[in-house]
């Protein structure tokens, strides 16, 4: 299952330290951030719950870039 998110950072060094936390978080099989549109696309693993995961994801960017917001 893929979902698209909205996202708020301000850079793309930040946008990168999103992705890499998304791609940390258990479910999360693909976490791909684009900066420029503010996405983050997120592939999950079989079986997850996406709104669960994405609460974990939220979290795990937050610990890296407490200014980052994901508008799930
Ligand atoms: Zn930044």
Redesign the pocket.
């Known amino acids: 299952m893929k979902k698209s998110y909205k996202i708020d950072?301000?850079?793309a060094?930040?946008a990168a330290k999103m992705e890499d936390a998304a791609n940390r978080t258990p479910g999360v099989k693909e976490a791909v951030v684009n900066f420029m549109l503010l996405k983050m696309n997120v592939t999950f693993e079989e079986g997850a719950d996406p709104k669960a995961v994405m609460q974990e994801v939220l979290k795990n960017c937050k610990k890296v870039?407490s200014?980052c917001e994901i508008f799930l």
């Open positions: 950072v301000d850079c060094n930040c870039e200014d």
